[in-house]
């Protein structure tokens, strides 16, 4: 608090992804129809309990084996929604939101692309009709290998919609950046921006070899690179935003100590809040903010969380 006036929450949330936003009470009601068990792990991830990142695959997948239809979709559409804090007078909201079509619609055959589109775009209409802008972003699983980054491309590509902007690797930082920076260089030919999941499960320097080996303009998480003081310089000088997500961070990186959100910060990285897979692991971009809060920011460092959450959002970019 500075003058009476205590900063509201940013009004973007600026890393969601679509598999992972399904209400906890939702996935459970369906398991329960269908007499599945529900995963120890995604159980512990509701608790708010740390786990292994290999932990939180399957419980992941199993959430996310729920989106069969165009009106699940459009259901997590309108949870991302809530998961904003109210409207602000003066201030753009958006979300940056990521989805895995090759998994959904290729891998697991849970729904068409065709019907996995349909239900995204009447969410996305219904958010713009509320103000919100959404730009979607194709995540490609790391672990999966360069041939599967090559197949979300071949599914999707000729049959993008316009609000479909991006490309990124998430999953596990198994394989070297420069093995996938073939993959980032066509989706850059076909007009998409790059990001990558970088610096989480896998080392810091994987943030340094996405940007350089793989040419990607966006880290997110990256907390590993909190190591690594060149790391911090090379994204404060090349102005990379990187998207933090503090409660997924706390639950999926044992090794993280004190968040370094801060340390980030004050070494001039572009940081800002998201929710990650906020249906999995509890939380919403008003509890972040007061997360972000507790780790002992100034009311400076505030305003700059917040300028950096609209600033660098690519939902709010022409």
Known sequence: MSGGLTLLPPSVDRHAHLEGSLDAAWVRQQAALEGK???????????TETIPFEGF?????????????AEAAREILRAALRRLPPPEVGM??????????????AHEKLLSLDDLWRGMDDGIAE?????????????????????????????????LPEWVIGFSTGGIEGVPFREWAEVFERARK?????????GENG??????????????????????????????????????????CIT???????????????????AGVRCALGTDDPGVMPCTIPSEWEAAKGLGLTHEELITLRRNAVEDAWSLQP
């Open 57 to 69: 695959i399957p419980a992941f997948f199993f959430s996310c084996g729920f989106l069969r239809s």
């Open 190 to 198: 076909n007009g998409l921006r790059l990001a990558a999941h970088a």
């Open 127 to 159: 958010a713009r009709a509320q103000g919100v802008k959404v730009a979607v972003i194709l995540d490609a699983v790391n672990h999966f290998g360069v041939a599967h980054g090559h197949a979300v491309l071949d599914l999707v590509l000729g049959n």
């Open 37 to 47: 068990p529900i995963p120890a792990t995604l159980e512990a991830l509701w608790r």
């Open 203 to 244: 080392p810091g320097t994987n943030v340094r070899d996405a940007i350089l080996e793989a040419g990607v303009s966006r880290i997110v998480h990256g907390v590993h690179a909190a190591a690594h003081p060149e790391i911090l310089e090379l994204l404060a000088d090349r102005k990379i935003p990187v998207d933090v």
């Open 248 to 266: 997924s961070n706390r639950a999926l990186v044992p090794d993280l100590g004190p968040h370094p959100l801060p340390q980030m910060l004050r």
């Open 92 to 105: 753009p909201r958006g979300i940056d939101l990521w989805v895995s079509p090759h998994y959904l619609c």
